[in-house]
């Protein structure tokens, strides 16, 4: 957008905290961000859609979703539920799971307290800045859809963000988001401690790609003009 001159003003404040809804009231601009316009929701139901198609028409028994805004994981849920009532799909719906960082987890702590909002997580601070949102808009709307499917809402810290993002890259060869990589992290946490079993079949959802984070340093380099020694790798 910068490329194309447009005034592109930036903030460095949290998600939620930057307060867009005050600067559109003020300056007469339309508020796009999280569940603040109307459309948002319907693209995201292409997820469960796809998901739901992929999967011949059926649903996996769990999804692990990295939450921050929720409008993914609310999406979904919205999707399955017009697949039925379309004949698409039964009634069998997957536990819908929050994934969110312990440095930010307002979802996670009002799931456990049985609190239908979210009140603000204070310092937050993670580094999946995806889910680094302090405060959801539609907070009950995830807490309905995890609670209606029977799923939990669960945090992981980001020094297990971390370890999952390089053990799904050196054994998957997948260059996950930390957002993602949270889910997997989520999801072993989950399956050592028989929220899931080896039998459910879990979908794990990366949000993004890892190339939007920086990567570790090159330090190994081999001199194409000499013999090279396959065995070192």
Known sequence: MA???????????????????AFAAESGYFDVSTLREPYRIEGKKTMGLE?????????????????????G???????????EKIGFIGSKRPRM?????????PMVRAFEKGEEHAP????????????????????????RAVRES?????AVSDEKISAALHDVSREDGL???????????AYKESLADGRVSQNDRVMLFNCATGLKYPLPPITRTLDRHKPIDYAQF
């Open 3 to 21: 490329h194309r001159s447009a005034s592109l003003p930036t903030s460095m404040e949290p998600m939620r905290s930057s307060n867009p809804s």
């Open 97 to 105: 799971v929050a994934v969110q960082a312990e440095g930010c987890a």
């Open 73 to 83: 994981l609310i999406g979904m849920w919205k999707a399955f539920d017009e697949l």
């Open 120 to 143: 603000r997580w204070e310092d937050a601070h993670t580094i999946a800045s995806g889910i680094r949102v302090p405060q959801a808009v539609g907070d009950f709307l995830i807490l």
């Open 150 to 154: 029977k799923g939990f809402a669960i």
């Open 175 to 185: 260059l996950l988001c930390p957002e993602g990589a949270a889910t997997y992290a």
């Open 51 to 71: 998901l739901a198609e992929q999967l011949g028409w059926d649903v996996p028994d769990v999804i692990f979703y990295p939450t921050g805004g929720g409008t």
